[in-house]
Each structure stands twice: as structure tokens, then as C-alpha cells.
Antibody
Framework: QVQLVESGGGVVQPGRSLRLSCVVS????????MHWVRQAPGKGLEWVAV????????YYADSVKGRFTISRDNSKNTLYLQMNSLRAEDTAVYYC?????WGQGTLVTVSS | DVVMTQSPLSLPVTLGQPASISCRSS???????????LDWFQQRPGQSPRRLMY???NRDSGVPDRFSGSGSGTDFTLKISRVEAEDVGVYYC??????????FGQGTKLEIK
């Protein structure tokens, strides 16, 4: 069955960096565009970034543009999100998804 | 950016009764390819989101047929014909026609009265 498993979350100080990973199985990863979506505690869903099936095109929400980088390794069935210059407002559960299926999420807490 | 506005934001419903959630977009969601990229998601308490409907009215695999989606242009609706206890959660619409960015509605919290 389809599985998306995020990892890499944790507590980090403002201004520092973190890299999230999402390992997928059960579908042909290399043929799907992939997204990161986040959810701040007690809040709604916010789209963060999308990458095309081959990694050639990437788009970001204005709130993360210039700080976050989405990437993928199709040989490893893995999606990444490099997060730099983290802010308190980046605190959220980060989900990896291709919309039809979602991971369980990984919590990122930005706090001093 | 396209703004998605859901109503109501809170929806108390009696078990077995119907429920309806509205999602309005700030501009038409008809894509140049003729499709309308409006999806609906359910997020049960403590769980990840789950897609219920795609392209307005197409039900995802495993979604009960008591869920239906309708609408066109800027006005869309998710209906539950008879609410069951497992339907409790927050429902979101999202547009994927005019991106970036993809934009979600604020969410509608369905609870049992």
C-alpha cells in the first residue's frame, strides 16, 4: 500500500536550519509532482512548496520563498525540504503529499 | 492569489442528518484545459488530511457514497447525505487551478450535536 514517511523534525533555534525527508513507497514516485504542506498548532492547512515529477520545476509559498528549498531523489524515492533561517512562525507539522495520499507529518518547533 | 472562503466555519449536525459545506473562490477555478481543480479533504482529530473529492465531484477510492461534491466556477459544495460519528473533523477545500500558490479554505469543523 501507499506509504509516505516524514522525518527530520525537531526543536531548533530561530535562524538555524533543518532538513526534512519523506520516504515513499507503494506508488511510482518518479511520475508524481510532490508537495509539502504545513499546519501550525491548532490552525489550518498551508501549502508550502511543490516540485515537478523530475525535479525540474519548483514553486514556493511567499512565506518561505528564499529560505526553503524543495528537492527530490527519484532513485531513493525520497522528497526533501531544506529549511534555512527558521522563524517562530515556521513552527508546524509538515506533511509530505501528492494530495491523493499524505504522510503522518513531522513536527518542527522553532524556539529559543 | 486566489482566496478560498468556506462557510460555515463550525457545523454542528445531528447524527443521521445531512450536512453541507460551501467553498467560494475569489476567481473562477475553470482551468484553460477545461478542468476545475477543486478538491475536498477531511482531517479527523489527530490524523493527517485525507482527500475525499477531486476535480469537484470525483470521489476518491474508499470514500463512502454519502459524500458528494458539486459546483462550478467560483461556488462549490461538499454534502454529506447522512452524518455518521466517524465524519467528525475539519473539512478543507483547496484550489489547484491558479498556482502557485495552491490555496486552502480556512476549514469547517463538523461536530455532532
Amino acid at each position: 500500500q501507499v506509504q509516505l514517511v516524514e522525518s527530520g523534525g525537531g526543536v531548533v533555534q530561530p535562524g538555524r536550519s533543518l532538513r526534512l525527508s519523506c520516504v515513499v513507497s507503494g506508488f511510482t514516485f518518479s511520475t508524481y509532482g510532490m508537495h509539502w504542506v504545513r499546519q501550525a498548532p491548532g490552525k489550518g492547512l498551508e501549502w508550502v512548496a511543490v516540485i515537478s515529477y523530475d525535479g525540474g520545476n519548483k514553486y514556493y509559498a511567499d512565506s518561505v520563498k528564499g529560505r526553503f528549498t524543495i528537492s527530490r531523489d527519484n532513485s531513493k524515492n525520497t522528497l526533501y525540504l531544506q529549511m534555512n533561517s527558521l522563524r517562530a512562525e515556521d513552527t508546524a507539522v509538515y506533511y509530505c503529499t501528492y494530495m491523493q495520499h499524505w504522510g503522518q507529518g513531522t513536527l518542527v518547533t522553532v524556539s529559543s | 492569489d486566489v482566496v478560498m472562503t468556506q462557510s460555515p466555519l463550525s457545523l454542528p449536525v445531528t447524527l443521521g442528518q445531512p450536512a453541507s459545506i460551501s467553498c467560494r473562490s475569489s476567481q473562477s477555478l475553470v482551468h484553460s484545459d477545461g478542468n476545475t481543480y477543486l478538491d475536498w479533504f477531511q482531517q479527523r482529530p489527530g490524523q493527517s488530511p485525507r482527500r475525499l473529492m477531486y476535480k469537484v465531484s470525483n470521489r476518491d477510492s474508499g470514500v463512502p457514497d454519502r459524500f458528494s461534491g458539486s459546483g462550478s466556477g467560483t461556488d462549490f459544495t461538499l454534502k454529506i447525505s447522512r452524518v455518521e460519528a466517524e465524519d467528525v473533523g475539519v473539512y478543507y477545500c483547496i484550489q489547484g487551478t491558479h498556482w502557485p500558490p495552491y490555496t486552502f479554505g480556512q476549514g469547517t469543523k463538523l461536530e455532532i450535536k
